[in-house]
């Protein structure tokens, strides 16, 4: 049986941990990008992601590796990698080997920690990154709370699963919601931005919500997608709600999902619960999302209609993430742009 999708892992940002889940010192052992790696914390702070196999005699460095200063020691023979991918020292050995000596024998991902978040830079030609992350000021501010995280692995491309951005009519199908959302959405280069604007009963300053159908309030729901990797969801009204979502490939055929909330300080217990009944409520919703995206496949040439959202402007925005291949796979590639 051949695989589901035909998709290459596009390039992009990508989250690889939580800032909080590396401790100093610590080495984990990860699977993202159809490659085995391993992410560690050097002494001075420095999070390093490196492919995990030791060029000596293959072990894994993140199985037993243990961190030495700014350096990685592999379990085996204790030969020692920079966060560069450089071996530095080798404790039982008089000369660097030729082929070792000053050279990248291990490849290290460009890394960046900003807004709570390790990201690691993945490009299946080994380019540079080719733009900026954006940056979540409202993370670890003294006014926000800590992130409440939900997470999933799912069988599906990231492609397919953004795409729900833009397939309007799944709302009310998928999620039972009233009206099919509309909103103005606008593409900068590597990034998408959206807007939608709805209303909700209003809450008074007691937290006391109106229950007459006389007062409402604005509801405003502000999205940015920075590359494939990276979504911030502001949600306006009752409770002000800051979402990253972050979104990793796995492989080819698979993704890691993280919903990460953050929500201002000192709301009072009315206010709270609504602002945890809407973290729920919006990973209830993904969790509907996810039986369909692990059993459909996807329509290179839809039949769309008059109601549907622009899903063919999002795959054309989408299709800017894929490295330009040649022959057969560049008529893959076409195919769905």
């Known amino acids: 049986m051949g695989k589901r999708y035909d998709f290459p892992i ?49 072990a894994h460095l993140g199985h037993g590796g243990k961190v030495k200063g700014e350096h990685l020691a592999c379990p085996f023979h204790g030969w020692e990698f ?19 000596d000053g050279k990248q024998t291990v490849h290290a991902y460009p890394v960046q920690e900003s807004s709570g978040v390790v990201w690691a830079w993945y490009h299946p030609d080994l380019v540079a990154p080719s733009f900026e992350l954006d940056t979540v000021p ?31 009519a799944h709302f009310v199908y998928v999620h039972t919601a009233q009206d099919i959302p509309r909103g103005e959405i606008t593409h900068e280069g590597h990034k998408r931005f959206a807007r939608y604007v709805g209303k909700t009963a209003d809450m008074d300053e007691n937290g006391n919500i109106d229950t007459t159908g ?28 800051i979402q990253m979502g972050l ?43 996810i039986p369909i995206w692990n059993n459909k496949i996807f329509q290179p040439n839809p039949i769309l209609c008059d109601g549907d959202g622009p899903i063919a402007q999002f795959r054309r925005w989408f299709s800017q993430f894929y490295a330009k291949p040649s022959g057969e796979d560049a008529l893959k590639i076409r195919a769905v742009s």
Not at 226 to 237: D, I, N, V
């Open 10 to 58: 596009p390039f992009g940002w990508y989250a690889v941990s939580l800032a909080r889940d590396l401790a100093v010192g610590e080495v984990k052992p990860l699977h993202y990008f159809g490659r085995e790696l391993v992410l560690f914390r050097s002494e001075s702070g420095e999070a390093k992601l490196l492919d995990a196999y030791c060029p000596h005699l293959g």
């Open 82 to 100: 920079s966060g560069e991918g450089v071996c530095k020292h080798i404790p039982y050995a008089k000369n660097m080997p030729p082929r070792a």
């Open 138 to 168: 409202e993370v670890g501010d003294a006014g926000w709370t800590d992130f409440r995280v939900y997470e999933w692995t799912v069988n599906t491309v990231i492609q397919e699963a953004a795409e729900n951005a833009a397939d309007a």
């Open 214 to 241: 006389t007062r409402w309030r604005e509801t405003v729901l502000e999205t940015s997608n920075c590359g494939p990797g990276m979504t911030r969801q502001r949600f306006m009204g009752l409770c002000d709600t």
């Open 247 to 289: 979104v990793t490939p796995i492989d080819d055929q698979s993704m890691h999902l993280r919903f990460c909330f953050i929500q201002p300080q000192g709301l009072n217990p009315l206010q709270e619960f609504i602002a945890q009944a809407l973290t729920d409520e919006i990973s209830r919703q993904v969790e509907q999302d």
